[in-house]
């Protein structure tokens, strides 16, 4: 009787599964899901023909307009860590800003929504392509490839925010007393381990490197994008591979074709879109468009208060390393009218200042070959080479004519050296929360921010709350509340 009952309440909802396609409302995207046709049963077709895989296919694609990707994945990688405040209001933000996150926070709760919705979307394309009669063969190759790199992303963040995080590999198509006990794990999937989670995506970034367009389609998820992926996810997992992240950085540099752009600022200028060093890029196509990229409107303006104000902590560092080029780029000086404990100025208040085109055509990067040296050098410390490491790092530096770093005497000095770079050159890109997380500097880092009171730089009021338990993210209490299957993180 109560498998009946889940049955029928599952039914009633069953418009719910266009979330498998569908976009939600406040992105203003196109309404991809009402011409994909879900089928009623499992044996059914489920994409008939070309156009409905090409749909499901621009689905995937719309993935980088939701709120995860245009605003809580710079906020989070920015704001959770010491590049900026979380400025602008709400209690939610200031959460995470202040490492007092709760398991009620509709942040967290909308972030688990949109990862969780992404695989959908990837699996209905992985699940059901190749049984599409009007489609190649090279395309359905492409698009199992594309599905499997977006696949991969999502859950690589899933796991490092979360942790444990499901694994769920089936498209629902159709719900009956018959399937109910096949589908019930992907209807309520239970958390698998960190372990599971990050061989699934290694397995999907092989897939995409064999089937994904080359790396001139810098637009899309591309073979040069899974090599990057691949790269991070063993450098981050339980016991990295740092001769595999070695290999797979040095793929993209020396054999990519792509190279540093010469002007640092002309990365962020919206004006050299595509560029040499572009490895994935989200292309902002403007308002009413599949990919609308409104997120500039979050971070930059005056007609409210925005989020990610730029810390004390980063603009101490750009002046202290002679950092002018990189802090021009980064941090833009404008009038405000909004209070802020952490900056008086009213006529010199700073803003986040690398997404700068507020009509919705702001591009970003997934992954850029800035971050890929930064990230071999890594592996190179890791490894032992010490100077191999500090050359890369320099080779960074020398774009924005800085001096040579001094070289490094330990392991953990040339570890030190090159977060600080990652700091500068990769600031309001959302990678710092991930960086100290990766290196195990998150404590060590974090609790030493200060501000400037008075003129005195004090320490940050929150900067002691964070702990170990912090650095995952609880399981929405919604979640837990509606699948028993889910267990909670310590702490929460």
Same mark, same amino acid.
């Given at each position: 009787?109560?498998?009946?009952?889940?049955?029928?309440?599952?039914?009633?909802?069953?418009?719910?599964?266009?979330?498998?396609?569908?976009?939600?409302?406040?992105?203003?995207?196109?309404?991809?899901?009402?011409?994909?046709?879900?089928?009623?049963?499992?044996?059914?077709?489920?994409?008939?023909?070309?156009?409905?895989?090409?749909?499901?296919? +621009?689905?995937?694609?719309?993935?980088?307009?939701?709120?995860?990707?245009?605003?809580?994945?710079?906020?989070?990688?920015?704001?959770?860590?010491?590049?900026?405040?979380?400025?602008?209001?709400?209690?939610?933000? %200031?959460?995470?800003?202040?490492?007092?996150?709760?398991?009620?926070?509709?942040?967290?709760?909308?972030?688990?929504?949109?990862?969780?919705?992404?695989?959908?979307?990837?699996?209905?394309?992985?699940?059901?392509?190749?049984?599409?009669?009007?489609?190649?063969?090279?395309?359905?190759?492409?698009?199992?490839?594309?599905?499997?790199?977006?696949?991969?992303?999502?859950?690589?963040?899933?796991?490092?925010?979360?942790?444990?995080?499901?694994?769920?590999?089936?498209?629902?198509?159709?719900?009956?007393?018959?399937?109910?006990?096949?589908?019930?794990?992907?209807? %309520?999937?239970?958390?698998?381990?960190?372990?599971?989670?990050?061989?699934?995506?290694?397995?999907?970034?092989?897939?995409?490197?064999?089937?994904?367009?080359?790396?001139?389609?810098?637009?899309?998820?591309?073979?040069?994008?899974?090599?990057?992926?691949?790269?991070?996810?063993?450098?981050?997992?339980?016991?990295?591979?740092?001769?595999?992240?070695?290999?797979?950085?040095?793929?993209?540099?020396?054999?990519?074709?792509?190279?540093?752009?010469?002007?640092?600022?002309?990365?962020?200028?919206?004006?050299?879109?595509?560029? &040499?060093?572009?490895?994935?890029? &989200?292309?902002?196509?403007?308002?009413?468009?599949?990919?609308?990229?409104?997120?500039?409107?979050?971070?930059?303006?005056?007609?409210?208060?925005?989020?990610?104000?730029?810390?004390?902590?980063?603009?101490?560092?750009?002046?202290?390393?002679?950092?002018?080029?990189?802090?021009?780029?980064?941090?833009?000086?404008?009038?405000?009218?909004?209070?802020?404990?952490?900056?008086?100025?009213?006529?010199?208040?700073?803003?986040?200042?690398?997404?700068?085109?507020?009509?919705?055509?702001?591009?970003?990067?997934?992954?850029?070959?800035?971050?890929?040296?930064?990230?071999?050098?890594?592996?190179?410390?890791?490894?032992?080479?010490? &100077?191999?490491?500090?050359?890369?790092?320099?080779?960074?530096?020398?774009?924005?004519?800085?001096?040579?770093?001094?070289?490094?005497?330990?392991?953990?000095?040339?570890?030190?050296?090159?977060?600080?770079?990652?700091?500068?050159?990769?600031?309001?890109?959302?990678?710092?929360?991930?960086?100290? +997380?990766?290196?195990?500097?998150?404590?060590?880092?974090?609790?030493?921010?200060?501000?400037?009171?008075?003129? &005195?730089?004090?320490?940050?009021?929150?900067?002691?709350?964070?702990?170990?338990?912090?650095?995952?993210?609880?399981?929405?209490?919604?979640?837990?509340?509606?699948?028993?299957?889910?267990?909670?993180?310590?702490?929460?």
């Amino acid at each position: 009787m109560k498998k009946l009952i889940i049955i029928r309440t599952l039914l009633l909802f069953s418009a719910s599964l266009s979330l498998l396609v569908s976009c939600t409302d406040v992105l203003n995207t196109e309404p991809i899901t009402d011409k994909v046709r879900i089928a009623q049963d499992n044996n059914a077709q489920v994409l008939q023909n070309a156009a409905d895989a090409e749909l499901a296919m +621009k689905s995937c694609n719309a993935i980088f307009a939701s709120e995860f990707w245009q605003f809580d994945y710079f906020f989070l990688g920015d704001a959770g860590a010491d590049v900026a405040y979380a400025g602008a209001d709400g209690d939610e933000f %200031f959460q995470i800003d202040e490492y007092r996150i709760i398991a009620t926070n509709y942040v967290i709760a909308r972030d688990w929504g949109h990862l969780t919705d992404d695989v959908k979307r990837c699996n209905l394309i992985l699940n059901y392509v190749n049984d599409v009669p009007d489609l190649s063969p090279e395309r359905k190759k492409e698009m199992i490839g594309e599905a499997s790199l977006y696949r991969a992303l999502t859950r690589f963040m899933g796991v490092q925010i979360w942790g444990d995080f499901p694994i769920v590999n089936t498209t629902i198509t159709a719900i009956n007393n018959q399937n109910f006990d096949e589908i019930y794990p992907s209807l %309520f999937p239970s958390r698998k381990p960190i372990a599971e989670v990050y061989a699934s995506i290694i397995a999907d970034c092989e897939v995409a490197m064999a089937n994904a367009p080359d790396n001139s389609f810098k637009f899309r998820a591309n073979k040069g994008a899974a090599k990057a992926l691949l790269a991070k996810v063993y450098a981050t997992m339980p016991n990295p591979d740092w001769t595999k992240v070695n290999q797979y950085c040095g793929e993209i540099i020396n054999t990519g074709g792509y190279s540093l752009m010469t002007t640092y600022d002309h990365l962020f200028d919206n004006k050299h879109e595509g560029n &040499v060093e572009s490895i994935w890029e &989200v292309n902002g196509e403007g308002a009413g468009t599949n990919l609308n990229a409104w997120c500039t409107n979050v971070f930059l303006g005056n007609n409210w208060k925005k989020f990610n104000t730029p810390s004390h902590t980063l603009n101490n560092a750009f002046t202290a390393n002679a950092d002018a080029k990189r802090k021009a780029s980064s941090i833009k000086r404008l009038p405000t009218t909004f209070a802020d404990p952490y900056w008086t100025s009213f006529l010199q208040f700073p803003n986040p200042w690398k997404m700068r085109a507020t009509d919705g055509t702001q591009n970003y990067y997934i992954f850029r070959l800035a971050d890929i040296i930064l990230l071999k050098a890594e592996a190179l410390a890791h490894t032992g080479d010490l &100077v191999g490491s500090m050359t890369l790092v320099n080779r960074i530096r020398t774009r924005v004519a800085l001096p040579n770093v001094s070289p490094a005497i330990s392991q953990d000095d040339a570890i030190n050296k090159i977060l600080n770079e990652r700091f500068l050159e990769l600031a309001f890109e959302g990678q710092r929360w991930y960086d100290l +997380k990766r290196e195990g500097k998150s404590i060590e880092i974090l609790t030493q921010q200060t501000y400037t009171k008075l003129g &005195v730089e004090v320490p940050m009021p929150y900067a002691n709350n964070i702990s170990q338990n912090d650095l995952i993210w609880p399981i929405p209490q919604s979640e837990l509340d509606n699948n028993t299957n889910l267990t909670q993180n310590l702490g929460y």
